[in-house]
């Protein structure tokens, strides 16, 4: 018997019967790729929703359908679908406004095509929504939201505007932050770690909660499946959180570098962050702003994941150190970690 059935046959939730069709939006992005990849090996069919005007690739395998987030259209591509996973996002812009339309806005209108087909929606939003959370204090599902960054702030519109349709069948998955192949946010640690850098941001005590994406796509595919997960939020992520120490020598060691880290003032990270906003003026948009200053000097991202294994049956078990070493051979593989000079 195979791990996968002993654990389903073990496990303490009630499946729906389903009819292995699934529509997953943001299908090209690192998150959405993995999923698609997921669903398809295990032996879903699987809609990849990709918006109009994008080249990007997807899985092989995978039917593409080319669909703007309006209600009309999306109602189409989710005809006989037992589940969409709503990934679509947007992550970098420069004002509040710029995410909502897409973070909130968007996300309203998958939500009243999936009601019209009786499509069961789980909505991929972020701890971002949920706020900063610590080792003594993790952030929990019954906490009062509190999202430091514009880009939180919308992923928790969205969660409400889900929750404000009558009808609609819809689950709440609010991920740790996500890394392993395909990822291209932690790439710049692992590219400076090449070159024997380290940066620190504040105390290298500080504590977070991550997840693997082969883990996360696991979970995900659970939350699609779950009678019990309907009408529920969750964080899900990583049972053991590490500090920012343990993740920079994890990559130190994945690299084959020494660890010596060194410290970034907070001085020159707002003033990094304000060239950000500045940016955005002139249509720059990059992975530093004002907004994200706030994330990245919080007290710590952790969140409890507890809810999720109790109810589901799940936990993430991908140990930070394999995880790392993997996304470092992918990296590797795919040219984008080459050794310093």
């Not at 654990?7 to 959405?32: D, K, Q, Y």
């Not at 309006?70 to 037992?82: H, I, M, P, T, Y």
């Not at 209108?109 to 929504?129: I, K």
Request: hydrophobic residues 45%; positive net charge; contains cysteine.
């Amino acid at each position: 018997m195979s791990a996968r059935r002993e654990w389903l046959l073990r496990a303490r939730v009630v499946l729906v019967p389903v009819n292995r069709t699934a529509a997953v939006t943001g299908a090209t992005g690192f998150i959405g790729w993995n999923l698609c990849e997921w669903l398809r090996d295990e032996g879903w069919s699987v809609r990849a929703l990709v918006r109009p005007g994008s080249g990007k690739p997807t899985p092989a395998g995978v039917e593409r359908l080319v669909v703007p987030l309006k209600q009309d259209e999306l109602a189409l591509s989710l005809q006989f679908a037992e589940v969409v996973f709503h990934l679509a996002a947007l992550t970098r812009a420069p004002n509040y406004s710029a995410y909502a339309r897409i973070n909130a806005q968007g996300t309203h209108e998958v939500g009243l095509a999936a009601r019209r087909t009786a499509t069961r929606l789980v909505y991929v939003s972020s701890q971002a929504a949920g706020g900063p959370g610590t080792t003594e204090t993790p952030r929990r599902e019954q906490d009062l939201p509190a999202p430091v960054s514009a880009y939180g702030a919308s992923k928790l519109a969205g969660e409400k505007a889900l929750q404000q349709i009558d009808g609609l069948c819809w689950v709440v998955v609010r991920p740790s932050a996500v890394y392993g192949p395909r990822d291209k946010d932690f790439l710049i640690l692992f590219q400076l770690a090449v070159w024997g850098l380290f940066p620190v941001i504040g105390d290298p005590r500080t504590a977070y909660t991550l997840i693997h994406v082969r883990d996360l796509v696991r979970g995900l595919e659970i939350a699609g499946r779950s009678s019990e997960a309907i009408g529920q939020e969750f964080f899900l992520g990583h049972p053991e959180a590490c500090t920012s120490e343990d993740i920079l020598r994890a990559i130190a060691d994945a690299v084959g570098r020494s660890h010596r880290p060194f410290r970034v003032p907070r001085s020159l990270l707002w003033s990094l962050c304000s060239l950000g906003n500045l940016g955005s003026v002139v249509g720059r948009t990059g992975a530093l702003n004002r907004s994200r200053y706030a994330e990245l000097t919080a007290d710590g991202f952790v969140c409890c994941v507890e809810k999720f294994a109790t109810m589901l049956g799940f936990e993430a078990t991908i140990p930070i150190a394999e995880g790392i070493a993997e996304t470092a051979a992918w990296y590797r593989e795919h040219g984008l970690l080459r050794p310093a000079p």
